[in-house]
């Protein structure tokens, strides 16, 4: 394979400890998601997010929680907090860089130099261009953009990826009497998303990993169903099998709703996908 190294529009997240939650204000926008299957690997190993995830912004720049960057690099972070004005410093063997909430400066071993893109508080964290760390810091960053792998290269070398990500085979499904090509959305347990009737299907039903909701004049009521075309780290690679005992307002004509066991800034990231859906039996 022959790989390039290439400079990308790389964001860092950094995180906020959780119990300065309650400081963040009100008026903090929540980010739009693009994309979140990137994963980030420093040299030979990915790093590991154990809560908040990459995510590609409205602007096409990938945003990474920083704790576990900066671990990963071996490099120190500090953070002071005014108000709701929030400041990041991140310190190398040899730099120094501190930025603050807002500002469209930032300094380097203490001088001063001007940005483009202010750090910012997004959903409790404050949100930083990457691109600021890899010039700043020297490090060469290399995209794989097969497996969708953003690699920062310390040591200045090229590095296979870390991760593959699986081939969806051709799915063969047996014994469907109808198939629908349909839009896919998702929903989670969150009440106001249920009419009120959080963790139930319309049946009754807990809703789990494997629940739609349906318009059951398309789709009918109890129908056991292969769903494949999605793309979501969150479900089955390649298509899963579900069943349709659930309903929506905004459910109708060729449209599922796909229940997400996680939370609603997480679920919003499906966006909206069309898929197959194979309506089981004969």
């Not at 860092?12 to 204000?25: D, G, K, M, R």
């Not at 920083?66 to 400041?87: C, I, P």
């Not at 999605?230 to 659930?246: E, F, H, I, S």
Request: aromatic share 10%; glycine share 8%; with cysteine.
């Amino acid at each position: 394979m022959n790989f390039r190294f290439k400079n990308m529009l790389l964001a860092c997240v950094f995180a906020v400890p959780s119990v300065l939650t309650a400081s963040i204000p009100a008026h903090a926008q929540e980010p739009v998601r693009l994309a979140d299957d990137v994963k980030v690997q420093v040299n030979k190993k990915l790093v590991a997010f154990p809560d908040a995830q990459p995510f590609v912004d409205e602007n096409h720049k990938l945003q990474v929680p920083a704790r576990a960057v900066t671990d990963k690099l071996g490099y120190k972070l500090q953070w002071e907090q005014d108000g709701s004005r929030f400041t990041i410093t991140i310190q190398s063997s040899d730099k120094t860089v501190s930025l603050s909430t807002g500002d469209r400066s930032m300094t380097v071993n203490g001088k001063p130099t001007q940005i483009t893109d202010p750090a910012k508080f997004v959903d409790g964290r404050v949100y930083v261009p990457f691109r600021l760390i890899s010039d700043t810091f020297g490090i060469k960053t290399q995209w794989d953009k097969i497996n969708r792998i953003a690699i920062l290269s310390t040591d200045g070398q090229y590095h296979a990826p870390a991760w593959y990500r699986p081939v969806n085979k051709v799915s063969k499904v047996p014994n469907y009497s109808k198939v629908i090509v349909a839009k896919a959305t998702a929903y989670t347990a969150s009440a106001d998303e249920n009419g009120g009737y959080a963790g139930l299907d319309y049946m009754g039903n807990p809703l789990r990993l494997g629940t739609i909701a349906v318009d059951p004049s398309v789709i009918p009521l109890g129908s056991k169903v292969y769903v494949e075309g999605y793309t979501y780290d969150g479900l089955p690679a390649g298509g899963m099998y579900a069943t349709a005992t659930d309903t929506g307002g905004a459910v109708k004509g060729n449209r599922i709703d796909i229940f997400l066991p996680e939370s609603k800034n997480k679920a919003r990231m499906f966006g909206i996908q069309q898929v197959k859906v194979y309506i089981l039996g004969s």
